[in-house]
């Protein structure tokens, strides 16, 4: 290899990393002027002299090349991706991105929290001059809320400092890529972004623990309230309101006593217990005892299919009575005074006995029973009594008695 | 010279060259570096640039046996030499005036 064929080797090094063609129509020159050269007689040495200093020949070529816009493919990808993947862009992009999925879930958030936080909060004042107990659950109620809101706002700014970081090395490696071009790919951290950035993650981790710690203990208190507390806990004059249409309660193996007005009905759930005795004291509406299947029963219908409830005194006030009562029974003693409704009753192998009562339209069947009325006034009504001995005592008014005795 | 001031001038210079008669690239270096020392500048990167903005157009032609890249001027090249000329005519004039005064000294 003599030193022409060196040089031409040298410069086509040098430019290696431009488009083949460039090089090529390069090496076309210069081939070419080594041999015009060379047919004016020169020597190797003159010619080189001639031919000048591959870098610097290198160089301006790459020079021109890259300051070129027309003659540069490679630059105007660069440009393209970079209007694609540029700083701004991506940052936009990435911060349109989380924007708006950080602002949907957020607001969601912040909704539900809005929500809960008032719910919370109206329960605190409502059972602050109760029990210590009951303001306990929304206490801490009220600080899971708290805590939700802290687990999710932080959640989101944390998303969106790692959507930061994503879109940083993402542009990078993409620039890299794209350019060949060797940049910082890590990101430089300052104090004070590390700072933010454990703050956060100490506000997550506080969210998270109330997040998790919150049911926990809302749980917990609520089977320690029913376990501990003690009976009297069943608040009456909680239902001390008028104009409620529905009171339903929980009969927690204890007496209830419900005084109010205007109240359509009241459901009440009860717990068997059959040793135990019941008391409903009830001054107006229709009355529902309700098992724990939720299947509707008129009260003497619960009482005759759970006849170790020994006694359920219903109390009515002289103007505000019952519209009617319904009373299905077997082997039950019915014992009704001082009432003053439309009655009908279904009753096989039952003491019934009327004290005081007023029956306006009634409709009696009873078997193998007996059925006593003390003092009674009764309207219009049908009382049909089969198979055993019927004792009645009939003292008062009466406008009008159907009966069959067999 | 210096090579910025040089640099500034060889444009003018191949297409004044190449405005009189179409020529090929050892010719061409030979003519301009009768003129001003070329070898460090190099003539192909100011042949390529003045190609890309289509001030000089390129043909080939057989020479012994081989083909010959020769260079001529476009009506684009001519105009703009054109302009350089007047330009570098601003320049004498500073350049006289600069003389004058210093010879005055």
Redesign the interface.
Known sequence: MNNLDQFIEQLLILLDDLPESLIE??K???D??I???K??GLDDDEIL?????PL??AN??KL?YYL?N??SKRKRFAKVSKAVFGRKVVATGFAAFSAIVTFFVWMMFFLIEVASIVVAFAWLLLFLSQSVYYSLIPVISVLGQLGIAILGFSAMLLLSRFFHLFSTIFRQITIRLITGKKRAVFLKSNKSSRIRFVLLTLMFVVGLFSFVFTPTMTYASSIWLSTEAPLSMIQTDLFSSDDVDMISLELLNANVEVSYANVESIEVTYTKEPWLEYSVVLNEGVLYLIEETNHELPFMSFLARHPGMQTLTIVLPSDKQLDHLFITSIGSNIHLQDIDYNLTIDCDNSLIQFNTTAFYNYDIQTSHGEVIFNDNSLGEGYLLNQGSAISIQITGIFARIEGTVS | MNIQMKKGILDSLVLSIVNQQDT????L?EKV?SIVE?????L??V???LE?QSLLKTYSKEF?G?L??YYSITPKGKKNLKLNLSDLLELKQIILKLEEENRHE
């Open positions: 129509q390069t076309e020159f210069y070419s002027f041999l015009d050269a047919d004016e002299k001639k031919l000048g200093n610097h020949i301006q070529i021109d070129n027309e003659s | 090929y690239g050892y010719e270096s570096s070329i070898a460090e500048t190099a192909y990167p042949l390529r640039r890309m012994n081989r010959r890249k």
